[in-house]
């Protein structure tokens, strides 16, 4: 089955830098990429995915990278902000399994 | 709001009782999970449902029991719990399969004593 590991556990970053998350996975069929937010005392929120097909994907301050030669793909998160601080999951298609497998998750604290 | 509901949001109980956690989406979709979230284990699916028929069962102990009477609503059965289960069960939905957005609900926080 798939296999997802994420790096950094926990991430402390100053309002205004950026934050990068990584993930790697084992399974060379898996095609959809997505990252999860989740917040105190809610569910995981969809914030941006990737699919097999494209390298690279931008939304306002969020972006994801796909290397699928290397089997990584990235989180990337500009002008951070307070509001931006929670528990991020990236996650890999298990195409044995019809699921995803998601990583084990990034604390992500921004400092005002 | 995702559009996922899940009730209760809190259970608190003991090893021999029986309860069960609700879940309902609102969104049309074809396809529930049940996910187990704890320290250990962050997101650990347990059980897919897609058109209410199983199709997966991520080799979950039998004290637990999915049950999906309809595409918009997701049981999972409780019964002789033990304390490790003490965890945030969520439930997700999505359109059809894996390589669609899911949709999480708050989950329940469960406590066994």
């Known amino acids: 089955g798939e296999n997802v590991e994420q790096h950094p556990s926990t991430l402390s970053v100053q309002e205004g830098d950026s934050a990068v998350i990584k993930c790697t996975y084992s399974d060379s069929a898996s095609n959809y990429f997505p990252w999860y937010k989740q917040e105190l005392g809610k569910g995981p929120q969809l914030i941006i995915d990737?699919?097999?097909?494209?390298g690279e994907k931008k939304d306002q301050r969020i972006a994801v990278t796909l290397n699928k030669t290397a089997k990584h793909f990235s989180l990337h998160i500009t002008e951070t902000q307070p509001e931006d601080s929670a528990v991020y999951f990236c996650a890999a298609t298990d195409t044995g399994r019809r699921a995803l497998t998601f990583g084990s998750g990034t604390r992500l604290q921004v400092q005002p | 709001e995702t559009g996922v509901t899940q009730t209760p949001r809190h259970l608190v109980m003991g090893m021999t009782n029986k309860k069960s956690l609700k879940c309902e989406q609102h969104l049309g979709h074809n396809a529930m999970y049940w996910y187990k979230q704890s320290a250990k284990k962050p997101l650990e699916l347990m059980f897919v449902y897609s058109l209410e028929e199983r199709v997966e069962n991520n080799s979950v102990p039998s004290r637990f029991s999915p049950e999906c009477p309809n595409s918009s609503h997701l049981f999972l059965h409780l019964h002789t719990l033990q304390p490790e289960d003490s965890a945030l069960y969520l439930c997700?939905?999505?359109?059809?399969?894996?390589?669609?957005?899911?949709?999480f609900g708050p989950g329940t926080r469960l406590t066994v004593l």
């Open positions: 990737i699919r097999s097909n494209v």
């Open positions: 997700a939905s999505s359109q059809d399969g894996t390589t669609d957005t899911q949709y």
